[in-house]
Each structure stands twice: as C-alpha cells, then as structure tokens.
C-alpha cells in the first residue's frame, strides 16, 4: 500500500491557481522527488500534504490518515523539514534537538543522530555560528529527531557548496538506507538524478511525467547520436546504408552519425568490416535535462 497518496490536489490562491491537477503516490521505503521550476507547485503541493495547507479539492492520504483531520498522529510519524529554517540565533545545536525531541513520543538519541549527522562537534554551538552546510544538516537533523517513516525534506541542498551538497546526498542515502519514506522537493536535476527512486515532473501546477530518471529519458531517448574519427579513408555511403542511420555529417575528419535502435553496434559492426578503426568514439544519449525540456517545454533553470 503506498504511505503517500494525493489524487487530483487543486489548490489556489484567491484567483491564482497553484496546484491546478497533481496526483501520484510513494511507495514505502522510496525516495520520491518533486522537480519542477520555481513556481511550479511543489512546495504547496508539499505542504498540503504536511497538512499545512488546505487543498481546495482531491484527496490526500499519508500513512492511510487525512493531514488535517489526523494532523497530532501525522506529527509523531512524518518528519518534516521546512524550506527555511530559522532558528533562534543563540540557540545551540543541543538545546535545539533536546527541544525538538520533547514533541515526540518515540525520539532518537539525540547524540547518536548528531553523530551520524556530522554535527557531534557543534553541539554546543550556536545557530548564528553555524555554517551554512551546518545549519542544512541541524535542519535535516531537527526532521529525523522524532523517528519518522517518511520524511518530507523542500529544496534540501539550496545555497548549499557542492561539496556540503554532496555530503547531504550521501546522508540521504543513508537515511534511505534505514527505510525512511522520503519525499523530496527539488529544482536540482542532478540531485532528482542521483537520489530519487521516481520523480514526478512538475511544470505550472500539473504533472507533466512520474517515472524513474532512466524511464523519464527512455520517453526522448529515440535519437543517438555517434561521434568517432576514421583511421582510413570511409566512403559515408557504407554507413548511410544501415537501417539504424538517419544523418551522417562531416567536420574536418570527424563524422558525426544520428540513429536509433542500436546504433553503436551497427557502426562499429560496418567499420570493422571495412578494417576501419573508429577512433575518440564517443555515444551520446539524452539526459534528464533534455527529458524536462521535452516534457515541459523549457529548461529546469529557465526563468519563469
Ligand atoms: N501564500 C501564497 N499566496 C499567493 N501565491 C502564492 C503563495 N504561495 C505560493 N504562491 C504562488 O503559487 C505558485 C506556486 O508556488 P510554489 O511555492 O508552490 O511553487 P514551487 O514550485 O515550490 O516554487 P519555488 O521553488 O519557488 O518554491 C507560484 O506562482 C507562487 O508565486
């Protein structure tokens, strides 16, 4: 059964419509990712599902419970961590935690999550002293006190440098690891890529695509393109003659072959008939960037 169910969400703001049809489920022990440009719903999809906001229609159910009406069970069971969190300067990372882990019947060791968190040495010191990867993985720290089953992380690595970003990958993945539901909003293709199980591509307030990153590039995935130098003279007509070839071009010594099916193969087959070596061969295939572009019709980074 799955632990996240949203079916048909509609919500506005007064004439303004956010969320106008989103519906897709998450499935127990998945990391799910929201991806979607700026202003494309995926925070007030979320929140809706945290029970913070009230949808204007559809139905949503976590863990078999309604957000609203069952929101003091959800709190216990779903940890969630907030686009922004702000959290008083002089607070420290310990009193912070130990505050948090009194709203929870069945928190984790403090201590031990610090530690798995890489905090363990700032415990004592305070929010305004934190760096900002720091502040990033006492937020993360602040959703996990209280030992959810699903954890909602918006917009996880955000400011973040690339080496604090990967860092919280990993601890993701760990997270994941110890069967945490995890539902994650992002505007990053690479982290969609690298952490999510199925994404559910998001583009002014409906669903564009839900899929597994493989299986969202798999939609725009006919065309390939081969890149290779010959290492003896090659009459192109060998090469337009194979069924998988639909354009060949030529710069300097460089060819450069678009097909489908497989490509590669047949290529490299044809060449080696001809004792031709395909020298600085090179494959390249559609990526999640260019899955987004075909669905949504733009760039994830373009501007709204
Ligand atoms: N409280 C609000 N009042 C009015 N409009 C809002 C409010 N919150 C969001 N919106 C608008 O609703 C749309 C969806 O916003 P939302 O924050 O859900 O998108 P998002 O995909 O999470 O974007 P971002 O990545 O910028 O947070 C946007 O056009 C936004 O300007």
């Not at 995926?42 to 809706?48: D, S, Y």
């Not at 009230?54 to 159910?61: C, F």
């Not at 968190?117 to 990033?136: H, I, P, V, Y």
């Not at 890529?193 to 725009?220: F, H, K, M, N, Y």
């Amino acid at each position: 059964m799955p632990v996240i169910e949203v079916d048909s969400l509609h919500k506005r703001y007064r004439e303004h419509i956010a969320v106008a049809e989103v519906s897709f489920t998450v499935e127990r022990g998945e990391v799910f990712g929201i991806l979607g440009r700026n202003g494309a719903g995926k925070t007030t999809t979320v929140e809706c599902v945290e029970g913070l906001r009230r949808p204007d229609g559809g139905r949503i159910s976590v863990l078999g419970l309604d957000p609203r009406r069952d929101a003091a069970t959800l709190r216990a069971k779903v940890g969630v961590q907030l686009q922004e969190c702000r959290l008083p300067d002089r607070i420290t990372v310990r009193e912070a935690l130990q505050l948090y882990a009194t709203f929870y019947p069945d928190p984790l060791p403090w201590r031990q999550l610090l530690a798995d968190l890489g905090l363990s040495r700032q415990a004592n010191t305070r929010f305004e002293k934190l760096s900002g990867g720091q502040q990033q993985r006492l937020s993360i720290a602040l959703a996990l006190i209280g030992n959810p089953e699903i954890a909602i992380l918006d917009e996880l690595t955000t400011g973040l440098d690339p080496q604090a970003r990967k860092d919280t990958w990993a601890l993701i993945e760990d997270i994941r690891d110890r069967g945490v539901t995890i539902l994650l909003v992002t505007h990053f293709m690479a982290e969609a890529e690298r952490l999510c199980d199925r994404i559910a591509v998001l583009e002014a307030g409906r669903v564009a695509a839900i899929g597994s990153p493989a299986e969202l590039v798999s939609t725009v995935d006919s065309a390939q393109t081969v890149r290779f130098r010959p290492s003896a003279a090659l009459d192109s007509r060998l090469l337009t003659a194979l069924p998988e070839v639909t354009g060949i071009r030529r710069d300097g010594a460089e060819f450069t072959v678009t097909g489908h099916g497989n490509l590669l193969h047949a290529l490299t087959s044809a060449l080696a008939a001809q004792q031709v070596i395909p020298i600085d061969l090179r494959l390249e295939r559609a990526t999640l960037d260019d899955a987004f572009l075909a669905l949504t019709g733009r760039r994830l980074d373009e501007a709204a």
